[in-house]
């Protein structure tokens, strides 16, 4: 069985800061790993994810997460952040049967 | 082109009550799934659709849900009755054919519940 772990339920960081939110998960298997973002009153969307290859990947918005496999860590960084990056962000795996494991949730707070 | 859409965004119904929740995936997405978050827990898969065909229901809580996808179009979630312990935010995904073990999955703004 899987399990994702986000450490941090709430991170408040100043804009422009840089942030890290942290997710370690638990796999027997090969997964592959993602984040999704929930904006305000919206839906959840794909923010970034690892298939294979290279370990770091990257969204068009500035964020960057980086595959560790003895860490077995998948954590989210932005070098700095902007008040409309104000959301909550989820951690999830998935293997070959799709569905996928999500972490708790960590609600990132930009204050200015 | 439009995205998932769920219906209704909100429901409160009287614990005892059956309450319907509607999902209708991306136009030509075979994959549909159900997830759900209890309040301050992780969202969790309920089951996944190929088509009209249940591919996996491992999450299902108990048989007081039931999942339909005549047609292979859109989904329904029936929970009859309802109990305290099923509010929560139920959301909906879709994914292309094959597209789903790589987590493209689409989701919808999702139905919040309430059971009173």
């Known amino acids: 069985a899987q399990s994702v772990t986000q450490l941090d339920s709430q991170v408040p960081v100043f804009e422009e800061a840089p942030v890290e939110l942290r997710c370690n998960y638990s796999?027997?298997?090969?997964?592959?790993l993602f984040w999704y973002v929930q904006y305000p009153n919206q839906g959840l969307q794909l923010l970034l994810k690892?298939?294979?290859?290279?370990?770091l990947v990257e969204s068009i918005n500035g964020f960057e997460a980086e595959f560790n496999k003895s860490q077995t860590s998948f954590h989210l960084r932005k070098p700095s952040v902007h008040i409309s990056d104000t959301a909550e962000y989820f951690c999830?795996?998935?293997?070959?049967?799709?569905?996928?494991?999500f972490g708790q949730g960590t609600r990132l707070t930009i204050n200015p | 082109e439009a995205g998932v859409t769920q219906f209704p965004s909100h429901s409160v119904i009287e614990k005892g009550q059956t309450v319907t929740l509607r999902c209708d995936p991306i136009?030509?997405?075979?994959?549909l799934y159900w997830y759900r978050r209890v309040m301050g827990k992780e969202i969790k898969f309920l089951l996944h659709?190929?088509?009209?065909?249940?591919?996996?229901e491992s999450g299902m809580p108990n048989n007081r849900f039931l999942a339909e996808r005549t047609g292979g179009t859109y989904s329904t979630l029936k929970v009859q009755p309802a109990e305290l312990e099923d509010s929560g935010v139920y959301f909906c995904?879709?994914?292309?054919?094959?597209?789903?073990?790589?987590?493209?999955?689409?989701f919808g703004p999702g139905t919040r519940l309430t059971v009173l």
């Open positions: 995904a879709s994914s292309q054919v094959g597209a789903g073990v790589r987590g493209e999955q689409f």
């Open positions: 796999s027997s298997v090969s997964v592959y």
């Open positions: 690892y298939l294979s290859g290279s370990t």
């Open positions: 999830a795996v998935s293997d070959k049967a799709q569905k996928l494991v």
């Open positions: 136009s030509g997405h075979d994959n």
């Open positions: 659709f190929v088509k009209e065909s249940k591919q996996d």
